[in-house]
C-alpha cells in the first residue's frame, strides 16, 4: 500500500499536467470562416492567421481559388479561440517541402507585416470577410 504522501504527490502532479488545458475547452473555441477579397477580386493561396490578444494559441487558414478561408486551431479542432483578435493576411508562402521558391507579397504591409487587422470571434459560428485595398507599400518578408 502506498503511503498517503504518494498519492497526495501523484495528485497534485496530474492537477499540474491538468493546468494548461483549462481554458481551452471546446466551448471557448468559435469556427471561424469567410473571403478574402482585394479591390473587389478573390485572393487566392493567401495565409490568414487570427492571433488572440493578449496571447494564445493563433489559428490558421489558407484561401482557395476562390478567396475562401476557414480557421484551423489544432490538427483536430477548426476555429479560433473566442475573443478579440490581431489578424495577418499575407501572400507571402515559403515552398516548404514542395520547393525552394517563396510566392511573392502582393499585399500591402498594413494587412501582414504592419497589420491594422482587429476582429472579434465570438462563440458558436463566425463568418469574417475581408474586402482589402491594394493601397499602401508592399513589403517582402525576410523569409
Known sequence: ??????????????????????????????????????????????????????????????????????????????????GEHKVTITTAVDGGDYGDTIAKETLPAKYNLASELMEEVKPGSNTIDFDLDYEGKVMQSAY
Open 1 to 82: 500500500m502506498n503511503p498517503p504522501a504518494f498519492d497526495s504527490i501523484k495528485l497534485w502532479l496530474a492537477l499540474f499536467l491538468l493546468l494548461p488545458c483549462i481554458g481551452c475547452a471546446p466551448g471557448d473555441i468559435g469556427l471561424v470562416e469567410g473571403t478574402v477579397t482585394a479591390d473587389g477580386q478573390p485572393v487566392p493561396n493567401a495565409m490568414v492567421t487570427f492571433f488572440p490578444r493578449p496571447d494564445g494559441r493563433a489559428s490558421a487558414g489558407l484561401t482557395d481559388e476562390d478567396g475562401r478561408y476557414e480557421l484551423t486551431y489544432t490538427r483536430g479542432q477548426m476555429g479560433a479561440k473566442v
